[in-house]
């Protein structure tokens, strides 16, 4: 039940993208198309489930014992950023589909705060190492749904006469506050 | 590319290239935290002070840095100002600190700062990085301080806490809410283009 | 291969002095850092308080799910009559952590109050749990609430109506999630806390009761409290003559621990008498401690016998036999270890008391 609730609330009420603000540069960045979108979100969702683990690993193992949370961002950047280039690498080597088809967005997921806000959360919240887990896949999960719809949306706005003042990043972002409001709803699931 | 003077690599943050309204870049910040105009200012110059220590250290090591990991280098230099940054908030204004809360880390991530890097601090000297940086952080804090005062005036009717707005006034409580943050930021962009596009006409 | 070393070799470099400057960076902010948290937990627990009380902190260790999950309670006491605990609690809001810190009566009826420590629920909404500033004569409305309320059989909320019963509180318009969450981490967390402190009975309360102390001390005498080193020893004199020491101590049983009492003459030559304030051992074995049923004579036997007992030695004890000369005690059978921890620490309370006596 617990580990449910988590779930819900990382994909739906607290959604990373448009109730937390994080991972917003993908989001506005790699939302015109929803087919790379999606790719986008599955490439994000697969660092996020590796990153939440390892990092809970090396915090609660290394950093706790030896007293470094000071050291906790520079360590949680570094290891979101080697695991990405090693995830890359894996994948290469492993499935050629799969890195063609995630491939060009891996090296832009280090920059991504979405990643390191969701380790630093799961600290903050203390979560136990398979709470930790869930919350990594319903943030990535919830912030794959934040990208496809804003995809299928943008799509349709390819057709559509927008002002000059509001074409790009600011209807993008009118569009991405009706989102928000819309997820809102969500809030009376719990 | 002419070479600018260094007034203009000073000024060109300000508005031609600001980062957020232009280069649409560290928007997660600029979204999450200007709430309240003292989020925004205080979130502004804490993201200035890491953008300018960072450029400095990050220019004067660019020759010995090699290629091959300088954005491993350069996430080190930032992450380590940005824990800098948040110890000192969280001791000597812990309000303010608690406010921002899990916001102050992800300067590490923020676009505009390794984008700085990248871009300019490991290609110029010292004092041409330092300036950079320091419009770029000035107008990294502007532009969230304008947010913020409206957000705040029209979310809870008051600015830096202080009243302004008249006694029947309703807030508008949306703004305060995620989605006010999306539909301002996105006026507000709106607005720079306009300014811009009769600039160019 | 000379690329190789000098990458290997900056990125340690950056590495290693970016790790020496935040260490030196932790040790001078740490201490400010943590003080202003010490401050912000004092000042809360006085202000759920009642006021011109004495605060004494008491810890308890639960073992709940293999971990040692320990409590801190703040007991208030006006003179010698505890007036209300106070106690951290914590929970998942709307999106953020809430920890409160929350006061109730002695019997755990009532609370008495409820300050919000620490939250970051959505601006403008959630945060009305703490400031509520479309109610200017008092933006605190919604957790004043809750001073007073009654806790049995639970807490409850309504929306939009003024609360009609005692349990009842209303809820913030746009805000039911936090304001829900208040109520449910209240509930789950005073009844914790209930069971906590009223587990082990009075474990590790601080001040012992009176009549616990006259139990192990000659009649007819007058007590004085000595206090030093975390030790308290209550000095018994009648007149002018000291004619007895009482003291406090506890110990690990063979699954709970045991406190007790301890009575010595002046001269720490013979115990007076021991008595057990707190135990939980194994309910027909351990119990017998304090009450052994098979004994129907004197239930008590096994503490009655250090009654008397000499402390020119280390006191011992011998199973399923009479003790042989004056300073030893005979154990219960099938409670060895719950035996044999009394004994244990009858024998080193007894050499602190009188270190701390003789010093």
């Not at chain 3, 967390?189 to 000659?218: C, H, M, T």
């Not at chain 3, 209550?234 to 049983?253: H, M, R, T, V, W």
């Not at chain 3, 057990?276 to 049923?293: L, R």
């Amino acid at each position: 039940m617990n580990l449910l609730v988590i779930f819900i609330g990382a994909a739906l009420i607290n959604n990373f993208v448009l109730s937390q603000f994080l991972g917003i540069c993908p989001f506005v960045g790699v939302s015109k198309k929803v087919d790379s979108a999606f790719s986008m979100g599955m490439a994000t969702t697969f660092v996020m489930v590796i990153a939440a683990m390892v990092t809970w690993l090396v915090y609660h193992f290394i950093l706790l014992p030896f007293k470094l949370e000071i050291l906790e961002y520079v360590a949680f950047i570094l290891i979101i950023a080697s695991l990405v280039q090693l995830v890359e690498m894996f994948i290469r080597k492993v499935s050629k589909p799969l890195y063609d088809a995630l491939g060009i967005f891996l090296p832009l997921i280090t920059t991504n705060c979405a990643i390191l806000g969701l380790a630093l959360n799961a600290v903050l919240n203390e979560y136990s190492f398979s709470q930790t887990l869930v919350y990594g896949l319903g943030a990535g999960i919830g912030f794959t749904l934040a990208l496809v719809i804003m995809a299928g949306i943008r799509e349709e706005l390819e057709l559509v006469d927008i002002p000059r003042s509001f074409q790009g990043a600011a209807i993008t972002m009118i569009i991405a506050g009706s989102l928000a409001l819309a997820f809102m709803g969500f809030a009376g699931l719990i | 590319m002419k070479e600018k003077t260094a007034i203009q690599e000073f000024v060109k943050g300000l508005w031609d290239e600001n980062p957020v309204l232009v280069s649409l870049l560290g928007l997660c910040p600029t979204l999450a935290v200007t709430v309240s105009a003292i989020n925004g200012l205080a979130m502004g110059l804490a993201a200035t002070f890491v953008l300018v220590c960072s450029a400095f250290l990050v220019s004067l090591l660019r020759k010995a840095i090699p290629n091959q990991v300088r954005i491993a280098a350069y996430i080190v230099i930032i992450a380590t100002f940005v824990t800098i940054a948040d110890r000192f908030l969280a001791a000597f204004t812990p309000d303010i600190s608690k406010a921002l809360g899990p916001f102050i880390p992800l300067i590490i991530v923020n676009c505009i700062i390794l984008g700085r890097m990248e871009a300019f601090a490991s290609k110029n000297g010292i004092g041409r990085s330092l300036l950079d940086a320091l419009g770029m952080g000035l107008g990294f804090t502007m532009t969230l301080l304008v947010l913020s005062s409206i957000r705040e005036i029209l979310g809870s009717g008051t600015w830096f806490g202080m009243d302004v707005m008249w006694g029947s006034f309703s807030p508008w409580s949306v703004m305060i809410l995620p989605p006010g943050a999306f539909l301002a930021l996105g006026c507000l962009i709106a607005g720079a283009n306009w300014i811009n596009n009769r600039r160019k006409a | 291969m000379n690329n190789t070393a000098k990458i290997i070799i900056v990125l340690t470099l950056i590495t290693l002095i970016s790790g020496a400057v935040l260490a030196v960076l932790d040790s001078y902010t740490k201490p400010r850092i943590d003080a202003y948290k010490n401050k912000v937990k004092n000042e809360a627990i006085y202000e759920v308080l009642p006021q011109n009380v004495n605060v004494t902190t008491m810890k308890k260790t639960v073992c709940t799910n293999d971990e040692n999950v320990e409590y801190e309670f703040y007991e208030a006491k006006k003179g010698n009559q505890v007036v209300g605990y106070a106690f951290q609690v914590a929970g998942g809001g709307f999106q953020s952590e809430l920890v409160m810190m929350v006061s109730v009566t002695p019997d755990f009826s009532e609370i008495i109050k409820v300050k919000i420590l620490a939250q970051v629920e959505t601006p403008g909404l959630g945060t009305k749990i703490e400031d509520d500033p479309s109610n200017k004569p008092n933006p605190a409305w919604f957790i004043d609430q809750f001073k007073g309320l009654k806790i049995n059989p639970e807490i409850s909320y309504v929306k939009n109506v003024k609360p009609s019963k005692n349990t009842e509180i209303q809820a913030i318009t746009g805000a039911t999630i936090s304001s829900a969450a208040i109520v449910r981490i209240l509930n789950t967390e005073i009844k914790k806390a209930k069971a906590v402190l009223l587990s082990n009975g009075v474990a590790e309360k601080n001040e012992p009761d009176k009549e616990d102390i006259l139990a192990v001390l000659p009649k007819n005498v007058e007590i004085q409290k000595i206090e030093e080193n975390d030790l308290v020893i209550y000095q018994a004199s009648k007149g002018n003559d000291i004619l007895a020491y009482a003291f406090p101590a506890s110990c690990e049983g063979y699954q709970s621990e045991i406190s007790l009492m301890i009575g010595v003459k002046a001269d720490f030559s013979e115990i007076l008498g021991v008595k057990v304030i707190s135990q939980s051992e194994t309910p027909g074995w351990g119990t017998k401690i304090v009450n052994d049923p098979a004994n129907e004579n004197n239930p008590c036997w096994f503490v009655d016998q250090f009654k008397g007992v000499k402390i020119n030695s280390d006191i011992s004890f011998v199973v399923n036999k009479k003790p042989e000369n004056k300073s030893g005690v005979q154990a219960i059978t099938g409670a060895t270890v719950s035996s044999a921890a009394v004994v244990d620490i009858v024998n080193t309370s007894i050499k602190e008391a009188q270190a701390l006596l003789n010093k």
